[in-house]
């Protein structure tokens, strides 16, 4: 008895089916699979790399002003400014990854 496995070599792992079920999703909601030119390749992981100096930055800026006070509220307000930079550097990243994705 042989059994037709379509050309595929063996099951398929527990990564390859949650990737089949995704797109079988993406594919439900419209989403079509973008294929990123090299240049577009290049200019995200540019994106990242610039904005992952970034992130850094502002971490270590924050924990040196941390180490500069004792002052519990001023650990907070310090606090909230820190997450309020990531989430602007990660925003502008993302807004930045998109339009190099749309090639624009």
Known sequence: MSSSTGGESGPKSALE????????????????????TD????AIT?????????LAQADLEHQDRLRGTFDPAVHEALD????????RLTSELDTKIEKARSGH
């Open 17 to 36: 089916l949650a990737m089949e079920r995704l797109r079988q999703k993406d594919a439900a909601a419209g989403v079509e699979q973008q294929v990123l």
């Open 39 to 42: 240049e577009q390749k290049k």
């Open 46 to 54: 540019e994106l990242r790399s610039v904005y992952g100096a970034r």
């Open 80 to 87: 909230v400014e820190y997450r309020r930079e990531r989430e």
